[in-house]
């Protein structure tokens, strides 16, 4: 039972990345050369033990796609983004950075994790409404029922998706952007945006790993050198991005709740290396729509993730409660690492004042 729940686990933390890798394709990046960046995950995670997977990120996806004019000047930035974030990850620097802040700020990033994910799901279930609600209504009703996220996550993606093959009479494909599908190796260039672009998928980064490492780490009853899956996501990173491939990094999965979670992260990260490599990202992701993933990410942003952090950062007492309340709201409302920024002024000013 334990491995048919890994297993479960692993093929749901695939459906998670497919409508995010479908993302990455109109932005021109190729779906093959990326299968590289989840095999080194894969390699990495074997080799440390680490319950915390990589995968297709849309925030990142999205700041690269956005601030780069051409797929030459994305890929430049991921790999620069990634050189820094490996050096930082192999001086130790975000697990320094996490004891600095101490325990509030990093439980008020969790926290706002947990409202942007929930956010996040509610939008997406706006734009794809019977898709959305079929989603969020599964997921609800299964995690009550079974308090599993391998479940959750099972069901509504399964569910929503069924929803959807019959509802939607456009099957629509992958990007008409995307590069060609063979590894062909990119040579990083330098201009001012692209160094522009390097840093603010730095400082995202910083945040996210900090945030979304520690959330798995509780979700899995374990814990996660965030320095480690920094070094292997950037390895991944700068991989992936020499031969035309788009950006992974940590994410939150349904793998960390399974009863082997380095085992489940792994298969899946295999399982994505092999769609990927075998060209089927654009054929089965006609079948998953994005919008099928709004339930677990409701369920693990308003239920699993927000409370307990919540809890733990506003009712520290004193000044700990405001610094906890402010790093909780700006991460909502911006992103984790400027969560955390905010939380380290507050903390100054209020030692000053």
């Not at 093959?165 to 990119?186: M, S, V, Y």
């Not at 780490?217 to 950037?234: E, F, G, H, P, Q």
């Not at 790093?327 to 905010?342: C, E, K, Q």
Request: proline letters at 3%.
């Amino acid at each position: 039972m334990d491995i048919l729940k890994d297993i479960l686990a692993a093929i749901s933390g695939v459906l998670n990345g497919l409508p995010q890798g479908l993302l990455a394709m109109t932005f021109g990046f190729a779906s093959v050369p990326t299968a590289l960046a989840f095999i080194i995950g894969a390699f990495g995670n074997t080799l440390t033990s680490n319950v915390a997977v990589i995968s297709f990120q849309a925030e990142t996806i999205t700041v690269a796609g956005t601030m780069g004019k051409n797929i030459r000047d994305r890929l430049s930035m991921i790999f620069y983004g990634a050189l820094i974030m490996l050096i930082i990850g192999m001086f130790g620097i975000l697990e320094k950075i996490i004891d600095w802040i101490g325990p509030v700020i990093t439980n008020g990033m969790m926290a706002g994790v947990g409202i942007m994910l929930a956010k996040v799901a509610w939008n997406m279930a706006k734009n794809d409404r019977i898709v959305g609600i079929s989603s969020f209504a599964s997921a609800l009703i299964t995690y009550i029922a079974t308090n599993d996220l391998v479940y959750t996550i099972t069901i509504s993606v399964i569910l929503s998706s069924f929803i959807y093959f019959f509802i939607q009479k456009e099957k629509p494909g992958a990007g008409k952007n995307a590069t060609q599908e063979k590894f062909i190796l990119q040579r990083p260039k330098l201009s001012p945006t692209i160094i522009r672009g390097s840093l603010a998928m730095v400082c995202l980064n910083i945040g996210a790993n900090i945030a979304f490492g520690k959330i798995n780490a509780d979700i899995a009853d374990s814990t996660v050198n965030i320095d480690t899956i920094t070094i292997i996501s950037s390895l991944a990173d700068m991989g992936s991005a020499l031969v035309g491939g788009g950006p992974v990094e940590v994410v939150i999965s349904a793998t960390a709740s399974a009863p082997h979670a380095v085992f489940a992260g792994v298969l899946m990260m295999g399982l994505m290396a092999i769609i990927l490599g075998m060209k089927l990202l654009p054929k089965i992701g006609k079948y998953v729509p994005s919008a099928s993933i709004t339930g677990f990410l409701f369920v693990l942003g308003a239920i699993v993730t927000l409370p307990n952090n919540a809890a733990s950062a506003l009712t520290s007492g004193g000044e700990s409660s405001i610094i906890g309340g402010v790093t909780m709201i700006i991460t909502a409302i911006s992103d984790p690492f400027l969560g955390m920024l905010a939380g380290v002024i507050m903390q100054f000013l209020l030692g000053i004042f």
